[in-house]
């Protein structure tokens, strides 16, 4: 669904932001994106969204080039962005306005998406706060029935009952058609959310693979003493003990933190070889 | 870039630029009509009005270049924010309906506004007038040369205003520039119909011979109009349509 072939981009200071990136997406997953600041997150959106316009390689989603922003494209793409405006309008007013150009918005999932966030299609949305307004956004997005789903730091803002209703309400709207990218900081927000994983690190990417093939071949424990060195991938210290990711040798259920996975690829970014290289001895 | 055009969308995407057109010249046309039945009403009182008073069109010109000048530099106001500009570019439409529904408005629409507006408090005023003071302003001759000059002026510079508003952001300094040649050259032209000295009646009936800069006069000789004529084209007609084709790619080729 999302294919991306060697694609560059830089801004006017010509830093590379983006630098020779390939991935490859599938619909029916959620993924997530996880690098630290300024590794090209946000940029990766604007780009997906045809909001920003490769240097080089090549970008297609759902068979077209989002910078083209061809109608049937927009139709398909939602994007919901860190930093919004909107309109001095009530909700109802603003689904009103917009729901229109969507032609598989659905307004039994805006109801529903409104009641679980507890907004009132009367309120206006300049008396909102940002959160409140982060909802009606990510409200309008599940509601939109775009088979692409582009958030950027969608929890950033909610109150704790609200990530929970965000979690489920997005789960419920992908199916085997659609495909959400996630990309954030909060990786414990949306960590049951996410399937697949993909990390940037340097303006590249570090990993991507699906969640259930990183837990198999890794996990992460709590210890009062620190595992044997064949397996220990890395460890930092916690009150009572070390959170540690492990080699997962014996295909354990286990807990997988991606809080620490992305900290141990920041300073060791040559476990991801070694994870991939795991999988495959899996 | 492919660019489809859907007359259902489009009528979507008129009506979403409608909802979201900029609110400040309205607010600045409201706040002229005081203005303008001030002027009237001072002007019927000085018991020295010329039989052939140019104040209803002077009036109506001033209202409407500023106005439509600064609405036409507003109409692309999405794009001045990251937030909103997201947002703008996002709507599932074509750029091409998306530029032709701004232009819809800049062009005719709002222009018509301001037209009804005047009309609405010309006649108004002419019922108070007659009453109070025995005085009553001839209307405007819409059809006339007059008209048609402010006419002229108006969409002339309506594409500078219109490319300057979506290259703000970039081209801020360029943007200020543009508009300060356009308006010191529209204060010149306001001054000479002001003062009487624009000559309208030239026996030329050409539109490019009518708005011809005052001081060549009405005896100047075929060559000298024909150079006349070419530094219009290329110093007005041309950039304008140059400007007004530029906001369409413009539009096209913004990012964030």
Known sequence: ?282 | MKNTFDFRRFVQVCRLTWQTQPVLPYIILLSAIPLIFLFFFDDARGGFVSLRNEAPLVLFAVCMWGCGWLYAGLAFHELGNTGSANRYLMVPASTLEKWLAKSLLVFFVFPLIIWVAYNIVFQIFGLFSVRWFAFEYAPVNWYSLEVKTALFFFYLGLPVAYAAGVVWKRFGVLKGLVFICVLFFVLIQVISIGAGQYFLNSGRGMLLSEVSPPFYGSDADAGTLGLINIFWLLAAYVPSALLLASTYFFIKERTL
């Open chain 1, 1 to 282: 669904m999302i294919v991306i072939q060697g694609m560059s981009f830089r801004y006017k200071q010509n830093r590379p932001v983006l630098d020779s990136l390939s991935l490859q997406m599938e619909p029916g997953g959620v993924y997530g994106v996880l690098g630290a600041n300024g590794v090209g997150k946000t940029t990766l959106l604007h780009l997906l969204g045809g909001l920003l316009f490769p240097k080089s390689g090549t970008v297609t989603v759902d068979g077209h080039t989002p910078q083209h922003r061809q109608p049937d494209f927009l139709e398909q793409v939602f994007y919901v962005p860190v930093d919004f405006e909107l309109p001095n309008i009530s909700v109802e007013a603003y689904q009103k306005r917009y729901a229109p150009f969507y032609p598989n918005f659905s307004t039994t999932s805006w109801a529903h998406a409104l009641q679980t966030f507890d907004l009132q299609p009367s309120m206006k949305l300049q008396a909102l706060s940002f959160g409140q307004k982060k909802k009606v956004l990510l409200s309008f997005a599940i509601a939109s029935g775009c088979r692409v789903l582009l958030f950027d730091e969608p929890t950033d803002g909610l109150d704790i009952p609200s990530k929970d209703s965000f979690r489920r309400l997005l789960s419920a709207r992908i199916d085997d058609q659609r495909l959400a990218l996630i990309a954030t900081h909060h990786v414990h927000d949306v960590a049951m959310l996410l399937d697949h994983l993909i990390v940037l690190k340097e303006h590249s990417l570090l990993l991507q693979a699906p969640i259930a093939d990183l837990a198999g071949s890794v996990r992460t424990l709590v210890s009062t003493h620190l595992p044997p060195e064949n397996t220990l991938l890395y460890s930092e210290r916690v009150p009572g003990g070390y959170h540690c990711l492990v080699r997962n040798t014996d295909e354990q259920e286990g807990a997988l933190d991606l809080e620490l996975l992305f900290k141990a690829l920041q300073i060791h970014p040559d476990i991801a070889q070694n994870i991939q290289r795991y999988e495959k001895h899996v």
